[in-house]
C-alpha cells in the first residue's frame, strides 16, 4: 500500500477527524429537527430565532430547532479553525488547502439550503412539491459535505494524491458505488420525509391538488425504497469486493466494514418498518448511513492514490483496469 505523506501533522489530522464526527452529529440533528416537526421552532425567521438574535426557549421545538443551528455555527468555527492551521502549513498549491477550501463552500451551500427550508417554511406538516425537489437535493449535498470532509480527513491523515480519469474501470466503477450510495440516501430521505408527513396526518384524502401529487410519490416511495436500498446494497457490497482484490491491509479492513455496515443496514431498516418507524431506528438509519457514506469514500480514495503512487501489490484485479 501506497507510504504515507512525510508531511502528515497530528494537530491537523486529529482536527480534520474531529470535524468529520462533528459533520455527521450535525446531520443526524438535522433529522431529529424533522422527525419531531421541530422546523418551524423559530418560525420563518433566519439565522435569528423568532425574530430574535437571544430566543426564549419556549418549546421543545424552538430547543430542538436552535441546538441545530449552534451545532452548525460550532461546525463553522471549527473548519474555519482547520483551514487557517492548514493555511499556515501549506501553501495555496497544496491538495489539503484546497480540499478544506471545497468543503467550506459546500457547508455554506448546505446551510442555505436548510435555510431556505425555513424561510419557504418547507418544514413540519408542508407537503408541497417544492420540499419534495428541495429534501433529496439536500441530502445529496450533506452526502457532498460529508465526502469532502473526509477527503480533508484522507489528506491531513498523510493520504496521496490521485487523479480521476474516468475512461479507466476502476474510477467508472468507483464512480457507480458513490452514486448508488447517493440515489440510496435521496430515496432515504424522501422514505423519512413520508414516514413523518404521514405519522402526523399532514397527507389527508380531502387535501389539496398538490397535496394529493405528493402523497401519490411518497406512498410510492415508501414501496420503492426498501427495493432500491436492498438492490443497491448488494450491487455495492459486490462491486467493493470486485474493487479491492488483494490491496493492502487497511483496504481490506475498511472494505469488510463497508460489507458489514450494508448487512446491519439491512437489518435496521427492516427493524424501521416493523417498529413503525421509532425515532431512535430512524436516527440509527441515518448514521449507519452515513458511515457506510464515509467507508465507501474511504476505500475509493486509498484505490485511486494507491493506483496512481503505481505502488505494487501483486496482481490484484483493481490495478489491471
Not at 20 to 25: F, K, M
Request: glycine residues 8%; contains cysteine; neutral net charge.
Amino acid at each position: 500500500m501506497a507510504a504515507p505523506d512525510s508531511s502528515r501533522d497530528s494537530r491537523i489530522s486529529i482536527l480534520a477527524w474531529t470535524t468529520l464526527w462533528l459533520t455527521v452529529a450535525v446531520v443526524i440533528g438535522g433529522a431529529l429537527v424533522r422527525a419531531t416537526d421541530s422546523g418551524a421552532g423559530c418560525g420563518e425567521s433566519w439565522p435569528i430565532c423568532g425574530g430574535q438574535i437571544i430566543p426564549e426557549i419556549g418549546t421543545h421545538h424552538t430547543a430542538i430547532e436552535i441546538s441545530h443551528r449552534l451545532m452548525t455555527a460550532l461546525l463553522g468555527i471549527v473548519l474555519v479553525t482547520l483551514f487557517q492551521l492548514i493555511r499556515r502549513k501549506y501553501d495555496k498549491t497544496h491538495r489539503l488547502r484546497r480540499a478544506v477550501f471545497a468543503a467550506g463552500v459546500i457547508l455554506i451551500v448546505e446551510s442555505l439550503l436548510g435555510a431556505s427550508l425555513v424561510v419557504f417554511g418547507w418544514v413540519e406538516y408542508d407537503a408541497s412539491i417544492a420540499r419534495l425537489i428541495v429534501v433529496p437535493i439536500h441530502l445529496a449535498n450533506t452526502f457532498l459535505l460529508v465526502g469532502a470532509m473526509t477527503l480533508v480527513a484522507f489528506f491531513a491523515d498523510g493520504g496521496r494524491g490521485f487523479r480521476v480519469d474516468l475512461s479507466k474501470t476502476l474510477d467508472r466503477v468507483i464512480a457507480a458505488c458513490l452514486g448508488i450510495v447517493l440515489v440510496i440516501g435521496a430515496t432515504g430521505a424522501l422514505n423519512a420525509l413520508a414516514d413523518t408527513l404521514i405519522k402526523s396526518d399532514a397527507l389527508r384524502p380531502a387535501a389539496t391538488d398538490e397535496v394529493q401529487v405528493t402523497e401519490a410519490v411518497l406512498r410510492q416511495i415508501r414501496t420503492i425504497h426498501p427495493f432500491v436500498a436492498i438492490i443497491g446494497g448488494l450491487a455495492v457490497y459486490m462491486l467493493i469486493r470486485f474493487l479491492v482484490g488483494d490491496a493492502g491491509k487497511r483496504v481490506r479492513s475498511l472494505a469488510l466494514g463497508v460489507q458489514g455496515i450494508i448487512w446491519a443496514q439491512f437489518i435496521i431498516g427492516l427493524l424501521n418498518i416493523a417498529l413503525n418507524v421509532p425515532l431512535e431506528i430512524q436516527l440509527l438509519h441515518l448514521f449507519v448511513a452515513d458511515v457506510l457514506w464515509i467507508m465507501v469514500v474511504l476505500v475509493s480514495l486509498h484505490l485511486l492514490s494507491e493506483r496512481d503512487a503505481a505502488v505494487p501489490r501483486g496482481a490484484t484485479v483493481a490495478e489491471s483496469l
